[in-house]
């Protein structure tokens, strides 16, 4: 186990009633409020209505800035910033998924940074403080409601730079489960892979001696897999809503990768498919991740692969080699992602060949050495993993 | 699942070099500090010189109190708030266990109350803010050093109260498991007991559609247990203690709680026994929640209690009958604590059944209604289950 620090300071209210909480935070932090959000869909599903009526009741003064695509836009973060000074405002607000959250994470560090945003993205620059920031959460999928993390899109070159600090907390975030009851299937089953894969990103370490953390993300992994039929099946079942959104929020709020190093290749890997090809994050992880294992299993990986496939997808002991359980292991995971509608493979997505060297070449080129802490990628490799996704 | 709130603000610094972390931690909060501690242990073990080295680093100016004891003491605890007004205390370090973290707490709040700091642990009063808290841990046990707990005993009558808010949550806590290495085999195994208990205590709830945090306890617990045979062994292997020490902070740092509504009828039936016999935490654990387990079995809790014993004591699904399987578990723990060399029985401790009644009324008076959430109790049901524990 490694040494470490943890603080996770994000205050959650979660459940029907969490809503309820706005009024009290408002008056916490002040009443002039920056609302940002994506297109129609909260308008359509209520849950824009539900938070402007919190905000009256509070009686805040609310600037909105609306127009959040996936793969949230540099453009609209600097937009974001321009207001925030002009009207001096209190309180970012992000209501929906991690893409408003991510804008708006961009907008409460770049309103506390003299120069522009992007340097932040970039490591060119650095801020101590941040607006408070709050979000109403629609969209379990990116854990961005308890991270530390955001990932924003330059358009201009479609090169997509996350950032991980300690400003990027969110102050509070509402999480309500019945919020999720209207997304469509696509979404929620990108949603789940994309909490699972925040989990296996961290359970794939060579670190030693991780006991506790390895089986807190395979209860974690179990409890997604468990629910995922079930809301694929019934989308307003709020008790399976529930697990997924709270699972959702604690794979990416840093606890399960205390004591350890995470991999994090498959995500970069995938945000280069998705900024070349605008896929949606969770669909290009059902495709890079099982390629991802299948190439690491080989290299060193079968061990923990097999442990992974006997405890999260019950490969049984005696099913055969370790190398066999862990295969087994991925087929099962790509025929769970299967079972949730989506394609494991690029071909399915429609994506050829043509672009693999590029995409590969930026994924590398990005960390500044090999990509991946599992086992560690040259651009060649990761080339490899993309063919396997083929 | 329940609604609920959750926020956790302490900040960990884990590891063998975490102690590098506290002339930062020193600045953040001020030079003016009071040291809380026990006897002498920490001055035999290193620790004591240890801290004192890095806080003249920090070139603070440290005053000292001393004679924490188990259990730890009202009087104490006035004594260090008095310091605190006197010397214009910027910051309380608490460094040992529980009994020292659990009275730094009731000083840091109490220097923060007008009145006298019993009426906060008898729901007279309360405070919004205390003096920031910092913890070196020495024995994994009472979770303290990241939960918004603390138990006092007022010795006039031995009465023990606990008290949670938010304002316990130390500022920070410095978790380093070598300092552990030193501990006396009873008391890593009281430790290991009371650490499952803090799980099991929010494990045994009525409340339905809990299963990720389910999930996240069984694994906790599975890892305590892993490891609890190799620190008795090895009383100096990092990896095992790390394990232990990381799963006794989880476990009380309320992220298990979420969602749900704990038990711990077992906790306040010990600490009326720990109050009139002055006997260990853990060592009481290990003799009540058996017996409170036998008890609430034929109750409503085969249920939970077979899920527990597959899950957490791996029990065969074919062993038997729910109940068959749920009694199985509990003798797997008595035996899992009989081989930390603790006793499972009152009359083991030395302790006889004369002032049951007593102790039952008293567990039950506190709570002013019935006692526990799992299956309530009243005093006679109480009485039962001490008889149980003989």
Redesign the interface.
């Known amino acids: ?18 809503l309820d ?1 706005l009024p009290a935070e408002v008056k916490r932090y002040g009443q002039r409020i920056l609302m940002v959000y994506g297109g129609g869909s909260i308008k359509r599903t209520g849950v824009y209505d539900a938070v402007t009526e919190k905000l009256q009741a509070a009686q805040a003064q609310v600037w909105e800035l609306s127009g959040v695509q996936p793969n949230p836009r540099l453009s609209l973060v600097r937009q974001g910033i321009q207001l925030c000074r002009e009207h001096q405002i209190q309180l970012v607000l992000a209501v929906g998924g991690g893409s408003a959250i991510d804008t708006a994470k961009a907008i409460v560090n770049g309103a506390c940074y003299d120069g522009d945003v992007w340097d932040l993205y970039e490591g060119k620059g650095s801020n101590n403080t941040a607006l408070p920031l709050g979000v109403v959460l629609t969209i379990p999928a990116a854990g961005s409601e308890m991270s530390r993390s955001s990932v924003i899109t330059r358009e201009e070159d479609w090169c997509k730079r996350g950032r991980n600090a300690y400003t990027n907390f969110p102050t509070f975030s509402i999480l309500n489960p019945e919020y999720t009851y209207t997304l469509p299937p696509f979404q929620t089953a990108c949603g789940i892979v994309d909490i699972m894969a925040h989990m296996m990103e961290r359970y794939f370490t060579m670190e ?2 991780v ?2 953390t390895d ?2 993300i ?3 992994l ?2 997604v897999i ?2 995922a039929p079930i809301v694929m099946e019934k989308p307003d079942d709020y ?2 809503r ?2 997924i959104t ?2 959702g929020a ?1 794979a990416h709020n840093t ?1 399960l990768e ?2 350890r190093v995470g991999d994090w290749a498959s995500h970069k890997l995938e945000h280069e498919l998705s900024a070349l090809y605008d896929v949606a994050h969770g669909a290009g992880l059902a495709v890079v991740f099982p390629a991802w294992m299948k190439f690491v299993l080989p290299r060193g990986g079968a061990t923990k692969l097999a442990q992974f496939a006997q405890r999260v997808l019950a490969v049984p002991q005696d099913f055969g080699s370790e190398e066999e359980i862990a295969a087994e292991g991925i087929r099962r995971l790509e025929g769970f992602y299967q079972s949730l509608g989506l394609a494991t493979t690029l071909t399915g997505m429609g994506i050829d060949d043509s672009r693999i060297p590029e995409m590969a070449a930026r994924a590398v080129a990005l960390v500044g050495g090999k990509l991946g802490g599992f086992v560690p990628l040259t651009a060649e490799m990761a080339e490899d993993i993309y063919r396997l996704a083929l």
């Open positions: 186990m490694k040494d470490f620090t943890f603080q996770n300071p994000t205050r959650i209210h979660f459940g029907r009633n969490a909480q030693e001696h006991e506790l089986r807190l395979e209860g974690a179990v409890t468990n629910n008790d399976a529930a697990e709270w699972a604690l606890l205390t004591g």
